[in-house]
C-alpha cells in the first residue's frame, strides 16, 4: 500500500475540510448537488463531518461500526459549518495521532494501520469538495499529491482480496490480461490496471494497454470517481472505450 505519510495526510484533511467550508459559504442549505442526487448542500456537509467523527470514533474504540445515514446527518445551521467541518476532521487526525498512525485496528478491507482511516476519510473529502464545487459552480483545486493518493488509495481498496463482498459489482471486472491505464501528464507514473480470472491486480508501471486515459492528474481522479465525464475536453481517452466504460460502472457507488 503506497501512501502519504501521516503529517501531509493530516495536512491534506485539514486543508480539503476548509475549502469544502469555503465552498459552501453563503450556499442556500438547499441546493441540490447533482452528483449525489439525493443530497442537498446541507446534507452533503452534514455527511462530511458526521464521516469524520464516525472514523475517530472507530480509530479511538478499535471496533467496527455501521456507516451513519447522511441524510440525517445534522450540521447545525449554515454560520456553524466551517467549525463543523474543521472540527470534525481535527478529531480525526488527533485520533490516529494518539492512536498511533501504524496501530493495527479495524478496517472494511481487514485490520490495517490507523492512518488507514486518515487516508480513507481525505480521499472521501477530496471528492465530496469536487461535489461541492460542481454544485455551486465555484473553482475547484487539488495539489497533484493529493490527487494522486485518492487515485492510489482507492486501487488499493477496490483490488483488496475481499473487495467484492463489500462491492459485489467488482466481480464484474474479472478478466483474462486486458489492461487499462491512467497516465497523468503532470506525474511521472501511472495507474496501470490488468484484468484477471481472479479480479484485477494493477502497478505503477509505464506498459502500454488496452485502453488509456491521459490528462492531468486532478481530472483523471475526477473521471476515476465519476466526477468528470470521460468524453470531458480535459481527458484523452485512446484504445477500447468499453474497457474503461466497464470499470466505471463496475466501480460506480
Known sequence: METLGFDRLAEGLREQAGAVAAVVEAVPPGTAVPTCPLWTIRELVGHIGQAHRWAAGIVRTRTAAAFPDPLVA????????????????????????????????????????????????????????????????????????????????????????NATSLRASLAALRGDGQTLRWQPQDLPAGWRITRTPDGFSWDRSANGADVTVNGPVRDLMLVFARRLPPTDHRVEVTGDRELLDDWLAATAL
Open 74 to 161: 445534522e450540521p447545525g445551521e449554515p454560520p456553524s459549518w466551517p467549525h463543523w467541518l474543521c472540527d470534525g476532521a481535527a478529531e480525526l487526525i488527533d485520533a490516529v495521532r494518539e492512536a498511533g498512525a501504524s496501530s493495527p485496528l479495524w478496517t472494511p478491507i481487514g485490520e490495517r494501520p490507523a492512518a488507514f482511516w486518515l487516508r480513507r476519510m481525505l480521499a472521501e473529502t477530496v471528492v465530496h469538495h469536487a461535489d461541492a464545487a460542481l454544485a455551486t459552480g465555484k473553482p475547484y483545486e487539488i495539489a497533484a499529491d493529493l490527487a494522486e493518493d485518492v487515485i492510489s488509495e482507492a486501487m488499493d481498496i477496490l483490488s483488496a482480496p
